[in-house]
């Protein structure tokens, strides 16, 4: 995957950290009360707090706190769609959810995975 993916500003990123992270930790992690904002994707936590669409109020906030698979598979921000489950998608979804993955590892930290997780990819070693 070349440039289609690449920031348009250069991103230094920490190595991934896959400590197990709970649903109910990954919640609280929404951008309110001074809390980080993490989106996860197959599993897969990313520490999206510098960007302001996904604090509170912002056009992706519903993916704060969540595993927000499903919705980005579907190009949908409707609540009802961010979950987790995405093995149902049709192969162009998970090809556009699987864009969103190279998209985000691009720009975002990981900071950890949803522990118990069912969702993650199966060709993914972790």
């Not at 920490?14 to 609280?28: A, F, R």
């Not at 951008?31 to 520490?47: E, H």
């Amino acid at each position: 995957m070349s440039g289609k993916f690449e920031p348009k500003e250069p991103v230094q990123l920490n190595p991934p950290n896959y400590t197990p992270i709970s649903v109910e930790e990954l919640g609280k992690h929404n951008g309110t009360n001074g809390q980080p904002c993490y989106v996860a994707i197959k599993g897969i936590v990313f520490d999206v707090s510098g960007k302001e669409a996904y604090q509170p109020g912002g056009s992706y906030s519903a993916f704060s706190g969540k595993d927000a698979s499903r919705a980005l598979g579907l190009m949908s921000t409707k609540t009802e769609d961010v979950r987790p489950d995405w093995f149902d998608l049709d192969d162009k979804e998970k090809k556009t959810l699987d864009d969103w993955y190279t998209f985000f590892s691009k720009r975002y930290n990981i900071v950890g995975t949803v522990e118990g997780a069912t969702n993650k990819d199966p060709s993914s070693s972790l």
